[in-house]
T-cell receptor, first 117, second 117 residues
Framework: AQTVTQSQPEMSVQEAETVTLSCTYDTSESNYYLFWYKQPPSRQMILVIRQEAYKQQNATENRFSVNFQKAAKSFSLKISDSQLGDTAMYFC??????????????FGKGTKLTVNP | GAVVSQHPSRVICKSGTSVKIECRSL??????MFWYRQFPKKSLMLMATSNEGSKATYEQGVEKDKFLINHASLTLSTLTVTSAHPEDSSFYIC?????????????FGPGTRLTVT
């Protein structure tokens, strides 16, 4: 079974600064996907970024980027130029590649990020 | 695009009664829908996966007869909590996957807060 661990229950950052959220995972799978989801106070989860395990290049989406270390099973999220709207719970998630099309996401417990003005 | 709605957003019911939660994909056809449960300060736990026109696949430990899932159309899935008890009080979130979506690309509803008195 896969597990996802987020060791930082809460973090805070000043507006315009950079913050990194940690995530580690455990799996015996060789082909899988990793995700960061954002859940703002409104509660609706939003996909922030996705990384395919077979790709060595780290994914980036505007101010969001990841540091994917496959050997270490680490998948951290870096948020640059933090904005007040980034305040949310951030969940790291794992999904194994399934030829049958199963899309089971395994989530970590989340990190509550507060961006301070 | 890719909006998922849930109704109701909040519901209070008495112990022993049943309550139905609807999940709709508003602007796309959802081949697969997922139902999650989120406890306070906890991660999302997948309850079941449903494909349109077929029986839902439940995760281990989730009672099929208690949490009835119906996915009758490509835009609607329902979760019925039968004979609800106070321990069923939780935040229920659905997500939907569209046919053309990338791996793990699930669109989440805003959630339904269920309180059983």
């Amino acid at each position: 079974a896969q597990t996802v661990t987020q060791s930082q229950p809460e973090m805070s950052v000043q507006e315009a600064e950079t913050v990194t959220l940690s995530c580690t995972y455990d799996t015996s799978e060789s082909n899988y996907y990793l995700f960061w989801y954002k859940q703002p106070p409104s509660r609706q989860m939003i996909l922030v970024i996705r990384q395919e395990a077979y790709k060595q290049q780290n994914a980036t989406e505007n101010r969001f980027s990841v540091n994917f270390q496959k050997a270490a099973k680490s998948f951290s999220l870096k948020i640059s130029d933090s904005q007040l709207g980034d305040t949310a719970m951030y969940f790291c998630a794992f999904m194994k590649h399934d030829q049958g099309g199963s899309e089971k996401l395994v989530f970590g417990k989340g990190t509550k990020l507060t961006v301070n003005p | 695009g890719a909006v998922v709605s849930q109704h109701p957003s909040r519901v209070i019911c008495k112990s022993g009664t049943s309550v139905k939660i609807e999940c709709r994909s508003l602007d796309f056809q959802a081949t697969t829908m997922f139902w999650y449960r989120q406890f306070p300060k906890k991660s999302l736990m997948l309850m079941a996966t449903s494909n349109e026109g077929s029986k839902a696949t439940y995760e281990q430990g989730v009672e099929k007869d208690k949490f009835l899932i119906n996915h009758a159309s490509l835009t609607l899935s329902t979760l019925t909590v039968t004979s609800a008890h106070p321990e069923d009080s939780s935040f229920y979130i659905c997500s939907a996957r569209r046919l053309a979506g990338g791996p793990g690309e699930q669109y989440f509803g805003p959630g339904t807060r269920l309180t059983v008195t």
